[in-house]
């Protein structure tokens, strides 16, 4: 049945005294307007898409160093210059009255040579002086250090062949279980590890300083041959310092694209106060963050907002700061609402951070801050209530992407007396590690995998601490 005339309003004796002709025109009229109707909700649909499309590459455009995970050296000439550094009115070179540094005398039996040097004459009236051998007062003494000649320390080992009395076969000398079975002995191992692990030179930086101070030939090969010697002699090592950092209180993790034998792998990174982990792996996602990690560990991690890390125990996982002030200033950047909220985010970190370095000073305990009358605590509730309201309607990628629900500065920081509001030092460690890989050939073995991640966690753990 027609049920144009009752969507139109038109009574049904009007509309069947209406000619037949004009009922057509009707019609097509109203078809005309249903058409234009579909066409201006699918045009509208389109602009708004458009306008956040727009949106999101102004944002895009307007992202530096200091609203973005950007480094500085992408800034572009637009980007606001960086807080130049406060004039102390110290002069260059040693403070008035700083503690003097010294290069301590060497001991006595470090002493490889002594010679005695005695004036030749008297300057005042030109005495000869060479028959005065012993001294009017305390000698001066000048130690002088210098590099000796070093050449490589070549052992023959020549493995000889008898012929046996009883039986008449032929019996060659095995090799020793002190003799390497290469060309080259465990220091030279030692030496190429130290060299291109912890002060990152390429392998073919390597065999020059070989040649060069040493008179030590090695070709690229062997470079890379005594890396896999040094991995299988840094996996306990690497063991033990995997042991070492799943049972302390706070670890902070990150991740960092990593080439292994023209693979796209990834560097993990675990930094704690005694010790620091690397991991090399295929992964980016949950499995090699739980391998990581360790089903033990049982500490208060920090991390970036990267999707597996929001799978940690909220209670225990602290995001980075440094991050958060970053998504903040874009908030502010972005103008309009984001702006306001961006700015009362700002202003409740800077109070954060006052109440820590107040607590951190001595001036507060730290129960003052966790009072429920407390600033901080307002603080806390009015930020759950800013990301209840704003993760519905947020720009992409200005706001945490996690839950609400999830407060783990408050939380983390409560927990653990020591762990402060702080950014992790992981990027320090990561390039650290990752200084030589740009020139670096390495081979696609597992082993070479172990020499790059062991190698880079035998070395001093960063201080955690430098980043106040």
């Not at 455009?61 to 004039?87: G, T």
């Not at 010679?115 to 002088?144: G, I, K, M, S």
């Not at 706070?250 to 620091?276: H, I, Q, S, Y």
């Not at 990267?306 to 602290?318: F, G, I, T, V």
Request: glycine share 6%; aromatic share 6%.
């Amino acid at each position: 049945m027609d049920d144009l005339p009752q969507r139109l309003g038109i009574p049904d004796a009007d509309w069947a005294r209406t000619p037949t002709s004009v009922q057509a025109v009707v019609r097509a009229l109203v078809q005309v307007v249903q058409d234009q109707q579909l066409q201006l909700h699918a045009a509208l649909e389109q602009i708004a898409t458009l306008q956040q499309r727009v949106a999101d590459l102004e944002a895009r455009l307007k992202s530096h160093s200091q609203n973005s995970s950007k480094p500085p050296s992408s800034d572009p000439p637009s980007a606001p210059p960086r807080p130049a550094r406060v004039a102390r009115g110290r002069q260059t070179g040693g403070q008035k009255g700083h503690p003097r540094h010294e290069r301590p005398d060497p001991e006595p039996d470090h002493i490889d040579a002594v010679r005695d040097h005695f004036p030749a004459q008297c300057p005042q009236c030109q005495t000869d002086l060479a028959d005065r051998q012993h001294d009017a007062c305390a000698p001066q003494v000048q130690f002088v250090w210098e590099l000796p000649e070093i050449r490589p320390f070549i052992t023959a080992h020549t493995y000889h062949t008898v012929c046996c009395p009883d039986c008449g076969d032929l019996v060659t000398a095995e090799r020793p279980p002190d003799v390497p079975p290469g060309a080259f002995g465990a220091r030279a191992a030692a030496g190429v590890a130290l060299l291109h692990g912890n002060y990152h030179l390429s392998h073919r930086a390597v065999t020059r300083l070989f040649a060069d101070f040493f008179g030590f030939p090695i070709s690229l090969g062997g470079v890379v041959d005594l890396q896999q010697v040094a991995s299988a002699a840094l996996a306990p090592v690497y063991q033990a310092i995997r042991a070492v950092v799943v049972q302390q209180d706070r670890a902070n993790l990150d991740e960092t694209g990593w080439k292994e034998g023209g693979r796209r792998c990834w560097l993990w990174t675990m930094v704690t106060a005694r010790a620091t982990a690397f991991l090399i792996h295929s992964s980016r996602a949950g499995p090699a963050l739980r391998q990581l990690i360790g089903a033990e560990f049982a500490g208060i991690t920090t991390s970036d907002r990267h999707r597996p890390y929001l799978a940690l125990d909220p209670a225990r996982h602290q995001l980075c700061w440094s991050h958060l002030l970053r998504n903040f200033q874009a908030l502010v950047d972005r103008g309009g609402r984001p702006a306001i909220w961006g700015a009362d985010l700002l202003a409740l970190s800077a109070l954060i951070f006052a109440l820590w370095h107040r607590y951190r000073d001595g001036q507060i305990d730290r129960a003052t801050p966790q009072q429920p009358w407390r600033p901080s605590k307002r603080a806390c509730r009015y930020c759950c209530w800013w990301l209840a309201r704003a993760v519905p309607m947020r720009p992409k990628g200005c706001v945490p992407s996690c839950s609400p629900t999830k407060r783990p500065s408050g939380r983390s920081c409560g927990r653990s007396g020591s762990n402060r509001p702080i950014t992790s030092p992981n990027g320090r460690c990561a390039a650290r590690c990752c200084g030589g890989r740009a020139v670096s050939a390495r081979r696609a073995t597992p082993v070479a995998a172990l020499w790059s991640a062991s190698s880079a966690s035998a070395r001093p753990a960063v201080n955690s601490n430098a980043t106040s």
